[in-house]
């Protein structure tokens, strides 16, 4: 009797490569239908050129390219590393891993402070025992990251499509978000302060070290980017000077940058511009908008997530001020107001593959607290 040998496993595209790429870049793929779906009613044309922000994009690339490059010789790792080991119980060392994730959102934008400041948060809890916190820390990590970035003009991707699209001065960019800004750190410590004990904490010190001259360079990179972000120096100059260097130095910082984000932003000015063209949407958005627009960009968010609420809104309304606040706020409250929130869930998903259900009600009590509480003071103070 003949045995055949078993054919080999053809690949099966749907499983194997289409759905994991969706989960993996569900907004990117929700951005893409959406301007597949706007293309169809706005047939593309001339017009589609002008939809684009071309310093957004450049800016944000920069950022992110610079960003990796200190990541991936664990930069920001080693320096967190640092400060949290000054702190002796598990009170204040949740405090340092949340504000640390706080101050890094200010800088590297709120999803690069949760890529980097998650596995630290992690590490530290895991090699301390303290694995029951680990749900309430990365919550208040994820809170800090959309709420902390909210007071540069960099600190999240909404902020910096605003800061350019309505010029807003960075003197009066800073003192808009600063009242917010200052109630937002006062509750996450409040909450760390109550849900917290101070036990004793010891952890192992890990001995690791920075390259001194790509270390020096990338910050030197850095400071240029920054630099275009606030209008110092012209975008372009940030596309001839900071890929290069960063290609010939290390090529995984390059592969590493989070392309879905820049794609998720050229189909949302796509499926915006689109929007603001087709009357009927035009008249109910501009209508609503001027009824309130902090509170409809707050409940925008709860749908469609705060950074294509940002690039919509901003076709119906001048009220900048307003719609900076509300799509700031508005990150916290569903899982999918902020893509920095998803990026907490799927790294908490991920240590504690049968704790779904605890972690999303406690994510929900936290983040609709304090959505409702910053929401009233805004309302009553804009």
């Not at 402070?113 to 694995?131: D, E």
């Not at 800004?181 to 952890?203: D, G, H, N, R, Y």
């Amino acid at each position: 009797m003949l045995h055949h040998a078993a054919a080999p496993r053809r690949p099966a595209v749907l499983q194997d490569f289409l759905l994991p790429f969706i989960r993996k870049n569900a907004v990117m793929c929700v951005a893409f239908a959406a301007a597949l779906i706007t293309a169809l009613i706005v047939v593309p044309d001339a017009e589609y050129l002008g939809y684009f922000d071309l310093k957004t994009l450049t800016c944000l690339f920069c950022v992110l390219a610079v960003v990796c490059a200190l990541k991936n010789i664990r930069f920001f790792y080693i320096i967190a590393q640092k400060i949290v080991q000054c702190f002796g119980n598990l009170r204040l060392c949740v405090l340092a891993l949340v504000y640390i994730t706080f101050l890094g959102s200010m800088v590297i934008a709120n999803d690069m402070a949760l890529l980097t400041f998650l596995p630290l948060g992690y590490f530290v809890l895991s090699a301390a025992g303290k694995k029951q916190q680990m749900a309430f820390t990365f919550i208040m990590q994820n809170i800090a990251a959309n709420l902390g970035g909210m007071l540069t003009p960099f600190g999240n991707p909404q902020n910096l499509y605003l800061y350019t699209f309505f010029e807003i001065p960075t003197g009066e960019f800073m003192g808009i978000m600063l009242l917010p800004f200052a109630l937002s750190v006062a509750m996450i410590t409040v909450c760390c302060l109550i849900f917290v004990k101070a036990e004793p904490l010891q952890m192992e010190d890990e001995p690791a070290s920075l390259p001194p001259v790509r270390t020096g360079i990338y910050l030197a990179l850095f400071v240029l980017a920054i630099a275009i972000v606030f209008r110092g120096i012209p975008y372009w100059i940030g596309l001839i000077v900071i890929p290069p260097v960063i290609l010939m130095l290390d090529r995984d910082a390059m592969k590493a940058v989070d392309y879905p984000l820049l794609l998720t932003f050229v189909f949302f000015f796509i499926f915006a511009g689109n929007m603001a063209r087709i009357d009927i949407v035009r008249t109910l958005l501009s209508g609503l908008m001027d009824q309130s627009a902090l509170l409809f960009s707050v409940l925008s968010c709860q749908v469609i997530s705060n950074v294509p609420s940002a690039i919509l809104l901003s076709q119906f309304t001048e009220n900048y001020r307003e719609l900076l606040i509300g799509v700031n706020i508005g990150g916290t409250g569903t899982l999918i107001a902020s893509l920095a929130s998803l990026i907490t869930f799927r790294e908490y998903t991920r240590h504690n593959p049968g704790k779904t259900g605890y972690y999303v009600k406690m994510f929900t009590l936290f983040n609709f607290g304090f959505l409702a509480v910053l929401t009233a003071v805004m309302l009553f103070t804009v």
